[in-house]
C-alpha cells in the first residue's frame, strides 16, 4: 500500500510539474472513484486548480482534503495561496500561519505571509516576514523588492534605497522596481535621480503606463510641462482608463491654468474611483477656478469640496479648498473659519496661512492678515501670494530678508510663470514705496512680461473681439431701435451701478457711498452679465428685428425683476439701495436703462493716463488679461470712451458722472452732488469711510480703508520715460 502511495504522489507530481493537467486529472478522478487516497488526491485536485490561477475551485479542494486529514499540513499552504488569489487575504493568513506552525522555515509561506500584510496595507508586519525570508535566503529578488518597496510605504527612505541599490545591476529588474525606486527617489527630494530612474525603466519597458505616467507626474512637479505632457499623453494613448494618468493629465493642466481640460480629465477619473476624497477636491479645485470667467462653477465646486470632506472629514488641503470657494462666495467669516482649520490640521502649510491672511485683510484686521502673511513666507519662501500681499500694504520694511530673498527666487526661475509675475509685481510695489522708481519699473516690466507668456494673449484677436462686442451694442441700442422698443421695465429705485473704467475709483466710490446707513454696497456682482448671456438678448447673431422683438416690454419687466431678485440678497434692514459696482457693466447700460428705468448710475472717469498705467501696475488675479500689454489696454480704454460716448448721447441726464481726481480733492462737496443725484439725503458717516468694516476683495482693499489721499495722482510721472511707448500710442 505504501508503494502504491508512493508510486501515485510521484506520478502525479511530475505531471502537475510539467503541467500535463488533463493527464493528472484522469488518474486522480480514477482514483476519486475507487476511493483510494482522497486526501492527497484532493490536495493534488487543489494544487492543479491553483496553478490554473482558478482560486475559488482551489480552495475548496484543499478545504476537501483538510476535512479528510487535518494532518496533512501542505493543503493549509495551498488554501492560502488559494485565498490570495481570490483577494481574501484575512482568510489566507489563517490558513498560513497555521502552516508556519508546523513549518516556520517555509519560504513559500514566508513569503505569501508577507505578501498578504502587504495587500492589507499592514507594512511593519509585512517587514517582519519579508526580513524573515531574506536572512533564510538573501538571494531572493522578490523579497529584496517587496523589502524595499514596504519600507518606501513606511516612509523609511533612506534604508529603502539601500535595498534597491541591491538590485540595481540585476539586467532584469522588474517594472515594479523602478516605478517603486523612482517613487522612493522622489519622496526623498532626490527629483534628478528619480528621473533617471524612471528613463532607465522606460528602456526596458517604453510602453508601461505606470512608468510614463510616474515620469510625466514628476516632470510636471519640476514644471518641466511640455516634457511632462509628452510622457502623458503617451500614456494616456496606451490606456485611456488608467487611473493614475487620468489624475496626472488633470493635475499638469491644472499647472498650465487650462482649467478645462484638468477638469475634464479629474471627472473621467471620478467615473473610476467616486469615492475618492482627493479627486472630488480636485475636481472642486478646478470648478473653483473657472468660475473667475465661468458662470455657475463656484456652487459646483462647493458642492464637491463639501462631498471629498463627507469621505475625510479631516482632510485639509479640502478645508482649504472650501475656504477658498467662500471667500469667492463673500462668506469672509465661514472662509475663515475653515482657513483657520486646514492650518490647524496642518500648520506646516504656508498657503494655508495665507489664505487665512487674506481674510483677515478682507474683514480689514491688517494686523492679523500681516502676522499669517509672514508665516507663510516663514513656512514657504516661494509664497508668492503672501509677498505681493505684504507689499500692497506697505508692510515690508527697506533692509528685510524677504526682498533679497525674492529677488534670489526670480534669478534662479524655477517657479512658475505666474509665481515669478506675483514676485515681481510685490517688488515693484516695495521698490515704488521707497521712491526708487527705476527699479521698480524694472520689476513691473518683467511681471507683465511673465503675465503675458503665462497667458498667450492673441492681441490682435482680442482687439478685434473687443470692436465687435462694441459694435452690437451701437448695433442694437440705437436712438431708433430705443424709441421702436419703447420705455418701461421694472420700476425699482433699489439699485444703483457704478461704472468705469478698472481702476478708475469704484472701489474707494463705493466705500464712500456704502458708509452711508441706507446704501449698500453688495460689491462686483456679475448679475447683469449673466441676464445677457442667459436670455440671448445681445445675441451678435439676431437681427435689429429680432432684438426688437425679443427685447419686448414683458421680457424687459421680467429680466428686470430677476436682478431686484438678486440683490435682495444684500437688503439688510435699513438699507434702501444696492450699489453694484462692477466696473464692466459700462458696456451693459443700454441693457440696465431698459430693464431697470429707475436705476441709478453713476460714471467715474479718471485720468488717461494715471488710469492705464493703474491697469498695467496691478496685479489681476484673472479676467483681465488684456492688462499687461500697452496695446490691449489701450484698445479697453478706446472702446470705453467709445461707448460711454454712445450712451450718453442716447440717455442725456441719466447718467452721472464723476472725475476720480475732483473726488480726491474734494470729496464732501463731490459726494453730496452724486447723493443728489440719486435723491438720497447726504450723511456724514460718508465722510468716515476709511472705518467702513465691510468686505472688500479688490485689489484696493487695502487703499480704500486708508484716509483719502492724491498719492494715485499723476502718479504715471514717475515714471515717464518707461511710458513712452504707453504715451506714444495715446
Known amino acids: ?68 486529514n ?28 497555521k502552516y508556519e506552525s508546523k513549518d516556520s522555515k517555509n519560504l513559500s509561506a514566508i513569503n505569501a505571509i508577507s505578501h498578504c500584510y502587504y495587500r492589507m496595507e499592514e507594512y511593519e508586519n509585512a517587514l517582519e516576514y519579508f526580513q524573515k525570508s531574506f536572512k533564510i535566503s538573501k538571494n531572493q529578488y522578490s523579497v529584496i523588492l517587496g523589502i524595499a518597496t514596504v519600507l518606501m510605504h ?36 532626490k527629483t534628478n ?44 494613448e496606451i490606456d485611456k482608463s488608467n487611473f493614475s494618468t487620468l489624475v496626472n493629465l488633470g493635475t499638469l493642466f491644472y499647472a498650465e491654468s487650462n482649467f478645462q481640460d484638468s477638469l475634464k480629465f479629474y471627472q473621467e477619473a471620478y467615473k473610476i474611483d467616486p469615492k475618492n476624497h482627493i479627486l472630488m477636491n480636485n475636481i472642486s479645485a478646478s470648478q473653483m477656478e473657472l468660475s473667475y470667467t465661468h458662470d455657475g462653477f463656484l456652487e459646483d ?24 470657494c467662500l471667500y469667492l462666495m463673500e462668506d469672509i467669516d465661514g472662509s475663515l473659519k475653515s482657513g483657520l482649520k486646514a492650518f490647524s490640521l496642518d500648520p506646516t502649510d504656508g498657503m494655508y496661512s495665507n489664505n487665512v491672511a487674506n481674510c483677515y485683510k478682507a474683514r480689514g484686521e491688517i494686523d492679523l492678515a500681516e502676522k499669517y502673511y509672514r508665516e507663510a513666507i516663514k513656512l514657504a519662501p516661494e509664497c508668492s501670494e503672501a509677498f505681493l500681499s505684504l507689499a500692497y500694504m506697505n508692510k515690508i520694511k527697506p533692509n528685510e530678508i524677504i526682498v533679497p530673498q525674492s529677488e534670489e527666487i526670480i534669478k534662479k526661475s524655477e517657479l512658475s510663470e505666474q509665481d515669478l509675475g506675483t514676485f515681481c509685481f510685490g517688488l515693484y510695489k ?74 478708475s475709483g469704484t472701489t474707494l466710490l463705493e466705500q464712500i457711498l456704502s458708509n452711508h446707513p441706507k446704501i449698500f454696497g453688495a460689491g462686483e456682482l456679475t448679475a447683469i452679465g449673466r441676464l445677457i448671456k442667459n436670455e440671448g438678448v445681445e445675441d451678435g447673431a439676431l437681427s435689429v428685428e429680432e432684438f426688437i422683438s425679443n427685447f419686448n416690454h414683458k421680457k424687459r419687466i421680467s429680466m428686470g ?37 429707475d436705476s441709478k448710475i453713476i460714471h467715474i472717469k479718471r485720468d488717461m493716463l494715471d488710469n492705464c498705467f493703474s491697469l498695467y501696475a496691478v496685479r489681476f488675479h484673472r479676467g483681465h488679461e488684456f492688462s499687461h500689454n500697452f496695446e490691449t489696454i489701450i484698445k479697453n480704454y478706446r472702446n470705453y470712451e467709445d461707448i460711454m460716448d454712445h450712451w450718453k448721447k442716447l440717455f442725456p441726464n441719466k447718467i452721472y458722472t464723476i472725475k476720480y481726481e475732483n473726488l480726491i480733492n474734494d470729496i464732501e462737496n463731490e459726494i453730496k452732488k452724486v447723493l443728489e443725484f440719486c435723491n438720497i439725503e447726504f450723511h456724514d458717516d460718508c465722510l468716515d469711510y476709511h472705518n467702513n468694516k465691510r468686505i472688500v476683495l479688490t485689489a484696493s482693499s487695502t487703499q480704500v480703508r486708508e484716509k483719502i489721499n492724491s498719492k494715485g495722482v499723476e502718479r504715471w510721472k514717475n515714471y515717464k520715460n518707461d511710458l513712452k511707448p504707453l504715451i506714444n500710442l495715446l
Open 193 to 236: 535621480e528619480a528621473c533617471e530612474v524612471y528613463k532607465e525603466g522606460l528602456k526596458h519597458y517604453e510602453n508601461d503606463v505606470s512608468l510614463l505616467s510616474n515620469l510625466g507626474s514628476l516632470l510636471c512637479d519640476m514644471k518641466k510641462y511640455d516634457l511632462s505632457k509628452q510622457y502623458l499623453k503617451k500614456a494616456f
Open 70 to 97: 487535518s494532518n496533512l499540513y501542505q493543503s493549509y499552504l495551498g488554501l492560502g495561496l488559494s485565498y490570495i488569489q481570490d483577494n481574501k487575504f484575512i482568510d489566507a493568513l489563517k490558513s498560513l500561519k
Open 301 to 324: 465646486a462647493i458642492r464637491n469640496v463639501k462631498k471629498s470632506l463627507e469621505y475625510k472629514p479631516l482632510y485639509a488641503k479640502a478645508h482649504n479648498n472650501l475656504s477658498k
Open 561 to 597: 425683476k430677476k436682478y431686484i431678485n438678486v440683490i435682495k440678497n444684500f437688503m439688510e434692514k435699513d438699507n434702501e439701495y444696492v450699489i453694484n459696482k462692477m466696473p464692466p457693466n459700462y458696456l451693459h447700460l443700454g441693457f440696465i436703462r431698459m430693464t431697470l428705468p
Open 430 to 503: 516695495f521698490y515704488e514705496e521707497q521712491n526708487e522708481y527705476s527699479k521698480a519699473f524694472h520689476y513691473l516690466k518683467k511681471a507683465n512680461e511673465f503675465y503675458t507668456s503665462l497667458y498667450g494673449l492673441d492681441v490682435e484677436n482680442y482687439n478685434k473681439l473687443l470692436s465687435d462686442q462694441i459694435n452690437i451694442k451701437k448695433k442694437f441700442y440705437s436712438n431708433e431701435n430705443i424709441n421702436r422698443i419703447g420705455s418701461g421695465g421694472f420700476e425699482d429705485k433699489s439699485p444703483i451701478f457704478i461704472v468705469g473704467m478698472q481702476r
Open 154 to 189: 513606511l516612509e523609511k527612505y533612506k534604508t529603502a534605497i539601500s535595498y534597491f541599490e541591491m538590485l540595481k545591476k540585476n539586467e532584469n529588474n522588474s517594472p515594479s522596481y523602478f516605478i517603486n525606486f523612482g517613487k522612493t527617489l522622489e519622496d526623498s527630494k
Open 1 to 68: 500500500m505504501n508503494k502504491e502511495f508512493e508510486k501515485y504522489g510521484k506520478e502525479i507530481e511530475e505531471l502537475i510539474a510539467n503541467n500535463q493537467f488533463d493527464n493528472a486529472l484522469d488518474i486522480i478522478n480514477s482514483q476519486i472513484q475507487d476511493k483510494k487516497f482522497l486526501d492527497i488526491s484532493y490536495y493534488a485536485l487543489g494544487r492543479i486548480y491553483l496553478k490554473k490561477n482558478d482560486g475559488s475551485k482551489a480552495s475548496n479542494f484543499f478545504l476537501q482534503a483538510i476535512n479528510i
